[in-house]
């Protein structure tokens, strides 16, 4: 966050600091739900890998990894 204006006012440089206390939170707050997003889809990831698209995925996911060339369910390995 960038310094607080210098010619405001004593109540704006207040409101200021206030909303600047609050950005942060907003920013952390995002910062956490990206990181536990990441490490969702990298489980995510690496459990597909792990099972070549059989166990856990239902016949749906299967065709749907096979269509995006994830996992080779046929041949059971990577493409």
């Known amino acids: 966050m960038k310094d607080p204006p210098q010619q ?3 109540c704006r440089k207040k409101k200021w600091e206030k909303n600047r206390h609050l950005q ?4 952390d ?3 956490k739900q990206n990181a536990t997003l990441m490490i969702n ?3 995510w990831d690496g459990q597909n890998r792990r099972d070549n ?3 856990g995925l239902g016949e749906g996911g299967k065709r749907k990894a096979e ?3 994830e996992v ?3 041949e059971g390995r990577e493409n």
Do not use: N, Q
Not at 24 to 27: A, H, Q, R, S
């Open 8 to 10: 405001a006012s004593k």
């Open 24 to 27: 942060e939170k907003i920013t």
């Open 29 to 31: 707050r995002k910062k």
């Open 41 to 43: 889809t990298d489980l």
């Open 53 to 55: 698209g059989t166990r």
């Open 67 to 69: 269509r995006f060339g």
């Open 72 to 74: 080779s369910v046929k």
